[in-house]
Nanobody, 123 residues
Framework: QVQLVESGGDLVQPGGSLRLSCVAS????????MGWYRQAPGKQRELVAG???????NYADSVKGRFTISRDNAKNTVYLQMNALEPDDTAVYYC?????????????????WGQGTQVTVSS
């Protein structure tokens, strides 16, 4: 049984930082393309950061230079380091394994999703 469990979401002030974690069980993260998506109220779910099996990283323009995706194969975990957070970053953040993952494209129906973690950026 595949499970992706996200954690690390919180309420943070603008300019602050958070690190999200996605712990996987039932699959091995380094043989799947992995991604962090987010969904704000009234908006579509979007890919903000992805890491391929080969280690290539891709970011949405809105987070480039502020967010970093990484993978720890020994812990079977994917991280999203978020710096210089802005109110527009407020959303539920989801981890996904597998499926086609392209910046700017709708999420593929294939792959596995976590349950999400809430990030709120507000003063």
């Amino acid at each position: 049984q595949v499970q992706l469990v996200e954690s690390g979401g919180d309420l943070v002030q603008p300019g602050g930082s958070l690190r999200l974690s996605c712990v996987a069980s039932g699959l091995i993260v380094n043989i799947y393309d992995m991604g962090w998506y987010r969904q704000a109220p009234g908006k579509q779910r979007e890919l903000v950061a992805g890491i391929t099996v080969g280690g290539s990283r891709n970011y949405a323009d809105s987070v480039k230079g502020r967010f970093t995706i990484s993978r720890d194969n020994a812990k079977n975990t994917v991280y999203l380091q978020m710096n210089a957070l802005e109110p527009d970053d407020t959303a539920v953040y989801y981890c996904k394994a597998g499926g086609t993952q392209r910046i700017g494209a709708p999420p593929s129906s294939r792959g596995y999703w976590g349950q999400g973690t809430q990030v709120t950026v507000s003063s």
